[in-house]
């Protein structure tokens, strides 16, 4: 370990992977349901901190030909690797430098950032080096500036503090087998500690590689963080909670039972809502918004900002565009027959979600409702507005030919495609890819609705 890692991990580079829910166009629907003024969808500013490979803003630098991107890590190899596929892809809106954070936090940015974003970084790194962020984003930040941050929560992670502990303490095994000791001794504590739920943790994070482990368990300053902390931490920066970045997180009641909304009721009577939320989920991982003065929306601005935004008809089995997968509780607004009408309305989008609504036997308030609840279902994806979507063509083309070039020539795959008209990353089992890429056969309703999304050989040339 040297000095400038600040107790970070530096010793393992950490390997490429794409985080779908950090896209300006797929928080758009959480930030207008909370009556957030989100900046502009086309021409902006995004500063990605600690980006690893960057290969998420890459695909976001594809997707939004008229913004600027930048991305900082402190570990040459991830640099060296992100500009690699950026040269490869061709892009020209996108930078990705070598520098900490305390580099950037000492100098003024040549013009603000509208949005920054920061996945894996805020629960690993030391108090001082979270100072700094927050020093950071209070001098590079634009005023009415988002900040994403994807952090571990304390209400899930805190039963599991002893095996961040074994992790830390137990020795290091040889180079191929650098967690085995402490793989082990966690086995061996589960066994007689009669922790069913931990368990079950442990199974899932158990199947994550060497290389997983060592960032997420083997950071020195790894901890697990409580959302009211980090809503202090980030006042400095004149940054306020603004929302959790997916829709679905402000419909608890579509997830949970009684006794939770209860809880969550109570909480929030008290004004520690989230907090409330995160126990009754019992949950390991946040994914927020942060905002610095944003525009807040009247309720008529809210509904008329939610019905523009266009939709197509979806299936939540195909597996992505969706990120919780819990089961969604069966309403009032979403029948059988409220779902059938929808799915019926939806076919040969986009259309926007207000010419759905105005097309069921419900009142507006209901009828906005029943959409909303089947977008959360996955039974419809928001898309980008098809003039957006086009002039995002020809980047996420390049993006996916990249992407498909490494499958054909079996070099490292890209964990996910760029998809214009979602704006952003979605992750594709390889087998589909194959399929989007004309390399296999698929089904008719494979190739339509990966068509939709932009991910077929005509969407990416050769
Ligand atoms: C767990 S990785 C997450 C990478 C990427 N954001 C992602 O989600 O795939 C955290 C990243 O933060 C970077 N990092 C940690 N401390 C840093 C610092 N003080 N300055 C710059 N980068 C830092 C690391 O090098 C690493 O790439």
């Not at 370990?1 to 896209?23: H, K, L, N």
């Not at 992670?157 to 830390?168: G, L, N, T």
Request: charged share 20%; net charge negative; glycine share 8%.
């Amino acid at each position: 370990m040297s000095d400038w890692s600040r107790g970070y991990p530096v010793d393992t580079a950490y390997f490429d992977t794409m985080q779908p829910e950090i896209s300006p166009f797929r928080w758009r629907p959480a930030l207008l349901t909370a009556r957030f003024a989100p900046p502009s969808a086309r021409r902006f500013r995004f500063l990605e901190l600690g980006c690893g490979s960057a290969h998420t803003l890459i695909a976001l630098a594809a997707c939004y030909p008229e913004a600027e991107f930048l991305g900082i890590d402190f570990m040459p190899e991830h640099v060296v690797r992100a500009r690699a596929l950026i040269s490869e892809i061709g892009l020209s809106n996108i930078r990705v430098e070598e520098a900490g954070f305390a580099d950037l936090a000492a100098t003024p940015p040549e013009a603000p950032y509208d949005y920054a974003a920061m996945h894996g970084v805020w629960s690993w790194v030391d108090p001082e080096t979270r100072a700094t962020i927050v020093e950071l984003l209070g001098r590079w930040l634009a005023p009415g500036a988002l900040c994403y941050n994807g952090y571990n929560c304390a209400a899930g992670w805190a039963a599991a503090a002893p095996i961040r502990q074994i992790f830390r303490e137990a020795p290091a095994g040889p180079a191929e087998d650098r967690y085995g000791p402490a793989r082990a001794a966690v086995a061996d504590w589960l066994s007689y500690s009669q922790t069913p739920a931990l368990e079950a943790f442990w199974a899932q994070l158990s199947r994550q590689s060497d290389g997983f482990l060592a960032h997420e368990l083997g950071a020195k300053h790894g901890a697990e963080v409580w959302v009211s902390d980090l809503v202090r931490d980030m006042a400095p920066a004149k940054m306020a909670f603004a929302c959790p970045c997916e829709l679905h997180e402000q419909f608890d009641a579509l997830f949970l039972d009684g006794a939770r909304l209860d809880f969550i009721r109570a909480g929030t009577a008290q004004g520690w809502t989230q907090t409330a939320r995160d126990l009754a989920y019992v949950r390991t991982f946040r994914a927020d918004l942060f905002h610095r003065g944003a525009l807040r929306l009247t309720t008529r601005e809210m509904i008329e900002a939610l019905r523009a935004l266009p939709v197509i008809g979806w299936d939540r089995e195909r597996g992505f565009g969706l990120i919780s997968d819990l089961p969604v509780k069966d309403t009032p607004v979403a029948t059988p027959e409220i779902t059938a009408q929808i799915a019926a309305l939806s076919q040969d989008g986009p259309h926007p979600i207000g010419t759905l609504v105005d097309g069921l036997d419900l009142d507006a308030q209901h009828g906005l409702q029943a959409v909303l609840v089947q977008l959360i279902r996955g039974n419809l994806l928001v898309v980008r507005p098809p003039e957006e979507a086009a002039a995002a063509q020809d980047g996420a083309r390049a993006f996916n030919a990249v992407a498909k070039h490494h499958l054909e020539a079996g070099r490292n795959l890209l964990p996910g495609l760029a998809s214009a008209q979602t704006g952003g990353v979605v992750i594709v089992p390889k087998a589909l890819q194959r399929v989007g890429f004309g390399l296999d056969t698929g089904t008719p309703e494979q190739l339509d609705w990966l068509g939709q999304i932009g991910l077929t050989a005509q969407a990416s040339p050769t």
